[in-house]
């Protein structure tokens, strides 16, 4: 099997693609008409030929259904025995991050992809964890199609027959615990070891589980690797001192 490579991008690349102050004016002006005529900040946002966004005709079944991807295919997800809640949907949501961003709510189970506008795409999420070990913000810095997974050295600890991963990593595939994509977040040259990736726990979606970082739906996790850009911005909430415990 011949293993698709990260995607990176270095400080160089990156700054190579930044607009000029002229066209990042010119940008400006066109982004003024079009929202001038109507059209919706959304469309604007991420990867070109990104999937349509979900609305009130959305297909779930074709959404969730089995998923060749490679030389894999990824289960169908049976997802009307989960709460309706933390199927892939458009919601109301006010923020002062710009378009574009990545918001993860750990204590709700929800990771928010900003839209602009009041709106954000909504996916549920599963947490282990790791996925409460770590607050701030970060940038997508690696992107990871068919990971390998290498299990950190205090579930080797907790485990010792999981050694034999730490050198090579568990493979990708239907067993693989990073799932079917994995994003990595980083803070400059740091990686924060933080990850965003798919489960193959598909139960586990809603939950608070005992290990892992951030866990979607095989699905939802490749429809979001397919609308966001290296460099992403990722904002990982506290929790809230004032709600209930």
């Not at 190579?16 to 066209?23: E, F, M």
């Not at 959304?42 to 030929?49: K, N, R, S, W, Y």
């Amino acid at each position: 099997m011949t293993r698709s490579q990260p995607q990176t991008e270095t400080d160089a690349e990156f700054e190579s693609r930044l607009p000029s102050r002229r066209g990042f004016l010119t940008g400006g002006l066109a982004l003024g008409a079009l929202t001038l005529a109507g059209c919706q900040t959304a469309d604007l946002v991420g990867l070109p030929d990104q999937p349509a966004l979900p609305d009130e005709e959305f297909d779930y079944a074709a959404a969730y259904a089995a998923l060749p991807d490679g030389d894999f295919t990824w289960p169908a997800i049976n997802y009307k025995k989960f709460d309706q809640k933390y199927w892939r949907q458009v919601v109301d949501y006010k923020t002062r991050e710009r378009p574009g961003t990545v918001i993860v709510d750990p204590y709700n189970n929800f990771l928010y992809w900003t839209l602009g506008g009041g709106k954000a795409l909504r996916y549920g999420i599963g947490v282990g964890r790791a996925g409460f070990a770590w607050s701030g913000e970060a940038l997508i810095r690696v992107k990871r199609p068919h990971p390998i997974w290498r299990p950190p050295r205090e579930m080797i600890a907790r485990k010792p027959s999981l050694e034999r991963y730490w050198e090579k990593g568990f493979p990708p595939g239907l067993r693989n615990p990073l799932g079917a994509r994995a994003m990595d977040l980083w803070q400059g040259a740091t990686d924060t070891l933080y990850r965003i990736h798919g489960t193959n726990q598909p139960n586990s979606i809603g939950k608070s589980v005992s290990s892992g970082c951030i866990r979607m739906w095989q699905q939802d996790v490749i429809d979001l690797f397919n609308r966001v850009p290296l460099r992403t911005k990722v904002v990982v909430l506290q929790k809230d001192p004032n709600a209930e415990a």
